[in-house]
């Protein structure tokens, strides 16, 4: 049973700099993709960055290119995502995800069936 913990979440100011991490319990299987999604409050959960486990392609949604770098770790099995610039927009539950589908896009992460899922971290961004 693969489990995925996340960690690095808090509170900041806008303009800072936080890193999440993920780190599966357990070594994951490729081809294999990972992302982050973000829940903002009253809003639906949607993707902002995707991995290729195998390839290191990487996609983000529009709003963050420039400031979130998503990437892997695979001695410590572990995705992180970056995110600087933050700004209040940005405050959400972020999860992390893995799915066995072998992702390249955007749009592939967005449509992917994930397995496993993080716990969440709130992130919240003050102005």
């Known amino acids: 049973q693969v489990q995925l913990v996340e960690?690095?979440?808090?509170?900041?100011?806008?303009?800072?700099?936080?890193?999440?991490?993920?780190?599966?319990?357990?070594?994951?299987l490729s081809p294999y993709s990972m992302a982050w999604f973000r829940q903002p409050p009253g809003k639906e959960r949607d993707v902002v960055a995707g991995i290729n486990w195998s390839s290191g392609i990487t996609d983000y949604a529009e709003s963050v290119k420039?400031?979130?770098?998503?990437?892997?770790?695979?001695?410590?099995?572990?995705?992180?995502?970056?995110?600087?610039?933050?700004?209040?927009?940005d405050t959400a539950v972020y999860y992390c995800a893995a799915s066995t589908w072998y992702c390249a896009g955007y749009g592939c992460y967005q449509r992917a069936k994930y397995n496993y899922w993080g716990q969440g971290a709130q992130v919240t961004v003050s102005s």
Do not use: H, W
Request: aromatic share 4%.
């Open 7 to 28: 960690s690095g979440g808090g509170l900041v100011q806008a303009g800072g700099s936080l890193r999440l991490s993920c780190a599966a319990s357990e070594r994951t």
């Open 66 to 89: 420039g400031r979130f770098t998503i990437s892997r770790d695979n001695a410590k099995n572990t995705v992180y995502l970056q995110m600087n610039s933050l700004k209040p927009e």
